[in-house]
């Protein structure tokens, strides 16, 4: 239910902040506003005891996180990528949230991989592990197939992990609403939609099937990927809330100093797993949405090693030849263009002024050029651009909210292997092989055979569609049917004539 009682739980989150003293950390580490952090806590100060106590073993922000639950969790996991944002000391401590939390008894992992599959454990495997991994909605065993000898990683959902995230996203629904009907300035943003979004891509996140799918599929497209591997889907030992894939031997991406033991160039990796990401989003429209250290190893070969796929994005074509305009744009320092491709896309209201557009953007752009980003304070940058869009009305779009999310995880994972990276620089060979390719003439005639090719399709249904139309709007009631024979005939050459033209074109092609 998304009712009122969801203030409780709000009114619980801001609590547990405080009793934990993960508030005033937050605060301080964001650089939010004097005023900001005493209203906020003074606000919770009175309500602390309504808190959770959490693991007092642990850090204050991680002990708060993990104690309200894994929706808070994984707005944990993002923060923990971007230390530029938050300061290295709580991106470290945060970083835990990726794959150290507390783990389920091995037993009830046990038992649910018999409940689903249908079979023991021990008919399955002849080793089974403790847990090695455990993060937000699964925990992940090392075992060792009775059938090959293989090892894998066996993922399994936590119990009642459905219900969690449910009562979590019900309270996030509720704060949506509250902050729409007390901010209509707000309303822009689309607070709802986003939590829609947000519900959509959890709750497939907690169906293990689908995560396989995504698996399967992004290893077919990126097969050829030169510096990337992805562990194999074990089909027969998968299922909905257990999924086994190959074990990936290598060295977490978020070790600085084992990737240094091992003799891997960090300042190569950095800008590998940057381009990678964009060559996915842009190359395939179907990308790895959950790029953070705790998803990524580095084999001994110096492969990126990728798994956990329960989050992927995709885009569709139209939507990635924005994208690229608008980050060619940037790269180019050609802001009229980026501003143009804004108002071309729907994405800034028509009644606003481009030129004015352009300059704001300029302010955003020309600070990255010429300095290392060690001197850029992202922090400042994002929070000039949410100025923009507020100023130019600009809505936010639900289709671009996973590829901003991961845009913002992968660089803070660049930056954590490299702090001087600088993202446009990298981005800049991606993208401009995308624009050669998918902008242009000869992109323009790759468009043109695909819609040839959809008209020779309905070529043989054109004379049956057209004469229905002129039937229904154009000819008296009560007309005699064999009237009708020489309209058939000629829509019936006009459909020839477009099948043929088609298939000619395809050929030409």
């Known amino acids: 239910m998304r009712g009122p009682h969801n203030l409780l739980r709000l ?76 300061g290295e000391e709580l991106a470290t401590q945060l970083r835990v949230l990726q794959d150290k939390l507390p783990p389920f008894p091995t037993k009830l992992a046990k038992q649910s991989v018999a409940s689903e599959l249908g079979r023991s454990v021990d008919d399955l495997f002849d080793e089974f592990s403790e847990p090695v991994a455990a993060a937000s909605i699964a925990q992940v065993h090392r075992a060792r197939m009775r059938a090959t000898g293989d090892e894998v990683a066996v993922k399994v959902l936590r119990p009642g992990i459905e219900k969690a995230f449910r009562k979590d996203i019900d309270a996030f629904y509720f704060a949506a609403r509250i902050v729409e009907l007390l901010s209509p300035s707000s309303r822009r943003l689309r607070p709802t939609d986003v939590i829609a979004h947000f519900e959509g891509v959890v709750m497939g996140e907690l169906d ?108 569709d074509e139209y939507t990635r030849r924005v994208y690229a305009e608008i980050l060619y744009g940037f790269i180019k320092r050609d802001y009229r263009r980026v501003a143009e491709v804004h108002f071309e896309a729907g994405y ?59 845009m913002v995880v992968v660089e803070g994972v660049a ?49 049956v569609i057209v004469e229905n139309a002129l039937i229904r709007h154009s000819m008296p009631k009560g007309t005699p049917a064999a009237s009708k024979w020489p309209g058939r005939l000629l829509w019936g050459l006009l459909g020839v004539a477009v099948g043929g033209g088609a298939v000619l074109g395809l050929n030409l092609l």
């Open 11 to 86: 009114v619980r989150t801001g609590a547990t902040l405080e009793r934990t003293g993960a508030m005033g950390l937050i605060m301080a580490a964001m650089d939010a506003p004097p005023q900001v952090r005493g209203t906020m806590r003074f606000l919770a100060w009175p309500f602390q005891w309504l808190g959770y106590k959490g693991d007092k073993s642990m850090p204050p922000a991680t002990r708060a996180l993990t104690a309200l639950g894994p929706a808070y969790i994984k707005f944990g996991q993002i923060l923990s990528t971007r230390p530029d944002l938050v």
């Open 208 to 315: 293990l099937r689908l995560e396989s799918a995504s698996a399967s599929e992004f290893a077919a497209n990126t097969g050829d990927d030169e510096g990337f591997a992805l562990p194999n889907v074990q089909w027969h030992l998968s299922g909905r809330r257990v999924m086994t894939m190959d074990w990936a031997d290598g060295v977490p991406l978020g070790d600085n100093a084992a990737l240094d033991a091992a003799g891997h160039n960090r300042v190569q990796l950095g800008e590998r797993v940057l381009q990678l990401f964009l060559s996915h989003a842009l190359r395939d429209g179907f990308f790895h949405a959950d790029m953070h250290q705790g998803n990524l190893k580095v084999a001994t070969n110096g492969n990126i090693v990728a798994y956990d796929f329960g989050i992927m994005g995709h885009i």
């Open 348 to 406: 800034v209201p028509a009644d606003r002024d481009v030129d004015e557009f352009a300059r704001a953007l300029r302010a955003v752009g020309e600070p990255i050029f010429g300095m290392d980003a060690s001197k850029i304070s992202m922090g400042s940058l994002l929070s000039y651009l949410f100025e923009v869009t507020e100023r130019f009305g600009m809505e936010t779009r639900t289709e671009l909210i996973l590829l901003q999310r991961t």
């Open 415 to 463: 930056r954590s292997l490299n702090p001087d990276i600088n993202i446009w620089t990298v981005a800049k060979p991606v993208v401009e092989n995308y624009i050669k390719e998918n902008i242009g003439p000869a992109a323009a005639l790759r468009d043109l055979g695909r819609t040839l090719n959809v008209l020779s399709r309905y070529g043989p249904r054109l004379p």
